[in-house]
């Protein structure tokens, strides 16, 4: 059974840093094949691609949070990271891990973390 399990999301004052965690178990072929992906979804809005780290390390980024955000992974723990610094609180989001083996079109959701931005 596939699993991809998120944590590190809680509450967080405007400017300060989270770090999300995402950890990949079950996954047919290895994890390093796959590329890794964060998404959120705000209240009331589309989920939209926020990081993606792709099977050959290299990483993009929405405009959104270029500069601030960083996705990285560690095939050795099947486990894909976000260090979001400089929060700002339309950041706050259910934010999903996601597996995508484009050479197969397997694709794999976590069930989301929470990270809330506030003073």
């Known amino acids: 059974q596939v699993q991809l399990v998120e944590s590190g999301g809680g509450l967080v004052q405007p400017g300060g840093s989270l770090r999300l965690s995402c950890v990949a178990s079950?996954?047919?072929?290895?994890?390093?094949?796959?590329?890794m992906n964060w998404y959120r979804q705000a209240p009331g809005k589309e989920r939209e691609l926020v990081a993606t780290d792709t099977s050959t390390d290299i990483t993009v980024y929405a405009s959104s949070v270029k500069g601030r955000f960083t996705i990285s992974r560690d095939n050795a723990k099947d486990t894909v990271y976000l260090q979001m610094n400089s929060l700002k609180p339309e950041d706050t989001a259910v934010y999903y891990c996601?597996?995508?083996?484009?050479?197969?079109?397997?694709?794999?959701w976590g069930k989301g973390t929470l990270a809330t931005v506030s003073s």
């Open positions: 079950g996954l047919p072929f290895t994890f390093r094949e796959y590329a």
């Open positions: 996601n597996a995508l083996h484009s050479s197969f079109g397997i694709k794999y």
